[in-house]
Each structure stands twice: as C-alpha cells, then as structure tokens.
C-alpha cells in the first residue's frame, strides 16, 4: 500500500487531527510541520504532493506505539529504514495491544476469516517456513475493520 494513504486511513480510524499526527510523530522524535504534512495529504497528482518514505511512516508508527502504550524503559526501538505490510501489520496491532483473538474478531467486522494459525504466519520471522507474506488487501481489510470498530 502506498504510506501516504496508510497515514491518511489511520488518522481517520483514530480521529487524529494535523497537531495530533505532528504530535505522535515528536513521540519519536521525528519532527514534521503543518506545510510536509499538508503535502503529504495531497492527491498524487498534485505537484505539491510529497510521497511519505518507510522511515517516515515507520517512525509514526512507532510514535503511535508509544501514544497508545506508553513509553518503555531503556533504549527506544530503532525505526527500520523499510517497511513491509506484515511489519505495518504488526506495529499496528502493538499500538492497539490487541491479542489474535482481537485481531480475528477484527478482520470479521471487515467481513473477513482467518484462522488464528493463518494469522500468526503474518508475525513470524520472515526466514520460518510458516512465514505469509501479508497482501495489501488483507492490511486494507484490517484497517477497514479497525475502522468499524473505532467508528461504528
């Protein structure tokens, strides 16, 4: 999925305003003002269109980790210089604390099923031979469900 648009559905599940996304990335310390994120809402073919990188996503993610579970004790986690969905996925479900029974009940709201077992392939290590590589369609399911479960 393209981060912009994973930033723009995100915001909306959580009904972050530009000094709410400004704020959760500073839990980073990634700093971001009102002009790049204005940018990084427009429309892709806007010539003012600014494309959000994996570091930067990343890094909101891990602000949003932080918002929503406090920060940890000891060194802060580095933010990873490429994301895939499966990391996306995951720093998600993190934020949320929410355990594969949640997640499930989740993607049902999205009218989608999975086994708990077909699940936890998307969180293995990418060198397990269980590992699933997570498609933009099921990411775009589990936001959608997210969404019907923050906003009804």
């Avoid at 500073?26 to 494309?51: G, H, M, R, T, V």
């Avoid at 949320?96 to 989740?106: F, H, N, Q, R, S």
Wanted: include cysteine; proline fraction near 1%; hydrophobic fraction near 45%.
């Amino acid at each position: 999925m393209i981060n912009n648009e994973l930033l723009r559905r995100i915001s909306t599940i959580f009904e972050f305003n530009d000094k709410k996304i400004q704020a959760v990335f500073a839990l980073n310390q990634w700093d971001i003002n009102s002009e790049q994120l204005a940018c990084i809402f427009k429309e892709k073919n806007d010539p003012a269109y600014k494309e959000l990188l994996d570091v930067e996503l990343a890094s909101f993610l891990n602000g949003l980790i932080i918002e929503k579970r406090g920060k940890k004790e000891g060194p802060q986690h580095q933010v990873e210089q490429v994301l895939n969905n499966n990391l996306i996925f995951n720093k998600v479900k993190i934020a949320l604390a929410l355990k594969a029974d949640d997640v499930i009940a989740i993607l049902e709201l999205a009218e989608l099923s999975l086994s708990k077992y077909e699940l936890s392939a998307f969180f293995r290590n990418v060198n397990n031979k269980h590992y699933r590589e997570c498609t933009d369609d099921i990411l775009s399911t589990f936001l959608k469900g997210l969404k019907v479960k923050f906003q009804g």
